[in-house]
Structure formats: C-alpha cells, structure tokens
C-alpha cells in the first residue's frame, strides 16, 4: 500500500497570501496517478487537481498542481476566503490511499 | 448535470449490516466505475473500494475484505454499498464517487449517508 503523507497538518495563512501543500509518497506513484481535493465542514469532498496537475472543470487558476514520482505539491497562488478548507491528496492506482490531509485556516 | 444522489442516515446495532445506495443521473451509468470512501468523525479519508458500472468488476481495500460487497442496478443507475459484521469503528459518513476509468480520479461525488453504530 501506497502511504500519503501530507505536511505541514496545519498552514495558518491570510487572504491574498501564497499556499504550498506538500504531499510524499512511500512510493513512487505510477504516471502521475495522483489527485487533489477540497472538503469544506459538512460538505463532500470536491475534485481540484488530476494527473497531478491537470485541473479539474470549473477550478480558478490560483490553484496548481507539480510534481512526479513521490513528491508533489498542491499551491494556491492567492487564498481567497473560501478558500479555507480542508485538502486531501490520493493516489488513484489499483488500490488507492488518501493522505491525512492539511487545513488550511485563517491567521 | 451529473448528480449522485445518496440514501438516508442509518443508525444500526453492531453485529448489524447496513446498504447504502447511490442513485446516478446526469450521465450514462455503465461508461464510469463507482467508488465509496467513508470518513469517520473528525477523521480523514478512507478508500472503500470501486465496483465498474459496465461489467461488475469490484476491487475492495483489503481490510474490508469479506464485510463489503458493492453491486449495482443498471436498470436504475444505482450503486449499492453493503457492510457486514458492524462494529462501532464503522461509524462514518460514507460517500460514493464518480470514477473515472480502470484507474481514475473522482470528479462527482455524493452528498453522503451518515452510519452510526451503537449499542
């Protein structure tokens, strides 16, 4: 099993400031099989990032996905108020893992 | 516009099964897979497994094995997740997802159905 570990847990952040997630596999995710998502309170997960980078229909570009291998990140170039959530990446191979996840909350 | 739409909130006993189900519309249902993740209260998430929507085919995470069955009615363009055996460790919301491919990302997902076990 693929094990997901995200850091920092915690990112205390202001609007308009930069958000860099970060995201390591145990081991190396094979071509890119990898995906971001956004859960707010209450709410079900929503899709962000595929294929690592790729974003998902209807995702501003303040968000962007990079990386390769066992090392990715998820940025949000200007946080916007909503913002504010919860954010999972996944591994989508034959058995897919969720990492623990990062907040990100306001300062 | 695509819309998975979950059954309702379950409280069950453990020992109990419970079956959710997830009706799809919006889309033709057998060219995606259906996958369930749960999240348990104030946790992360959990992958549960994918069944295909075209041929049946299932792949479950191994420590559900033997407790979990996906299944689904093309007829009505519903999945359906069943547990066994509950333990009080199965309290989670659980959701179902659109998949894409043998191999894919999750784009839409359902609102979620709350279980709870308790004695």
């Known amino acids: 099993e693929i094990v997901l570990t995200q850091s920092p847990g915690t990112l205390s952040l202001s609007p308009g400031e930069r958000a860099t997630l970060s995201c390591r596999a145990s081991?190396?995710?094979?071509?890119?099989?990898l995906a971001w998502y956004q859960q707010k309170p209450g709410q079900a997960p929503r899709l962000l990032i595929y294929g690592a980078s790729s974003r998902a229909t209807g995702i501003p570009d303040r968000f962007s996905g990079s990386g390769s291998g066992t090392d990715f990140t998820l940025t949000i170039s200007r946080l916007e108020p909503e913002d504010f959530a919860v954010y999972y990446c996944q591994q989508y191979g034959s058995s897919p893992t969720f990492g623990q996840g990062t907040k990100v909350e306001i300062k | 516009q695509v819309q998975l739409v979950q059954s309702g909130a379950e409280v069950k006993k453990p020992g109990a099964s419970v079956k959710v189900s997830c009706k799809a519309s919006?889309?033709?249902?057998?060219?995606?897979?259906i996958s369930w993740v749960r999240q348990a209260p104030g946790q992360g998430l959990e992958w549960m497994g994918w069944?295909?929507?075209?041929?049946?085919?299932?792949n479950y995470a191994q420590k559900l094995q033997g407790r979990v069955t996906m299944t689904t009615d093309t007829s009505t363009s519903t999945a359906y997740m069943e547990l066994r055996s509950l333990r009080s460790d199965d309290t989670a919301v659980y959701y179902c997802?659109?998949?894409?491919?043998?191999?894919?990302?999750?784009?839409?997902w359902g609102q979620g159905t709350l279980v709870t076990v308790s004695s």
């Open positions: 919006g889309y033709t249902f057998t060219s995606y897979g």
């Open positions: 069944i295909s929507a075209y041929n049946g085919n299932t």
């Open positions: 081991q190396s995710v094979s071509s890119s099989y």
């Open positions: 997802a659109r998949k894409w491919g043998s191999s894919g990302w999750y784009d839409y």
